[in-house]
């Protein structure tokens, strides 16, 4: 069956740096659009970021435009977030996400269980 597993999160202070990754397997990777998305305490999942299949689009939300990157290796089968200059507003639980429409709304067909990210100021 398919499984998205997230590592990578952890307590940091504000201005650190932090790299989340999403192992995937049971799906041929290349052929799904990948994403972020997190969720905070009392809050809607909300999108962060999303990369096409091949790499070659990406979107962020305003939030973390400029200081967070994603990308993907196909060769691994992983996603990967890197998150600079982090702020206590980016404490969340991160989902990554694939699907075969690329889109800014959680609709995506699979989903990880989440990785806590959580920013002390």
């Known amino acids: 069956q398919v499984q998205l597993v997230e590592s990578g999160g952890g307590l940091v202070q504000a201005g650190e740096s932090l790299r989340l990754s999403c192992a995937a397997s049971?799906?041929?990777?290349?052929?799904?659009?990948m994403a972020w998305f997190r969720q905070a305490p009392g809050k809607e999942r909300e999108f962060v970021a999303v990369i096409s299949r091949s790499g070659n689009s990406i979107t962020y939300t305003d939030s973390v435009n400029g200081r967070f990157t994603i990308s993907r290796d196909n060769a691994k089968n992983t996603l990967y977030l890197q998150m600079n200059r982090l702020k206590p507003e980016d404490t969340a639980v991160y989902y990554c996400?694939?699907?075969?429409?690329?889109?800014?709304?959680?609709?995506?067909?699979?989903w990880g269980q989440g990785t806590q990210v959580t920013v002390s100021s």
């Open positions: 996400a694939g699907g075969v429409t690329i889109e800014t709304k959680a609709r995506y067909n699979y």
């Open positions: 049971g799906l041929t990777f290349s052929n799904y659009h």
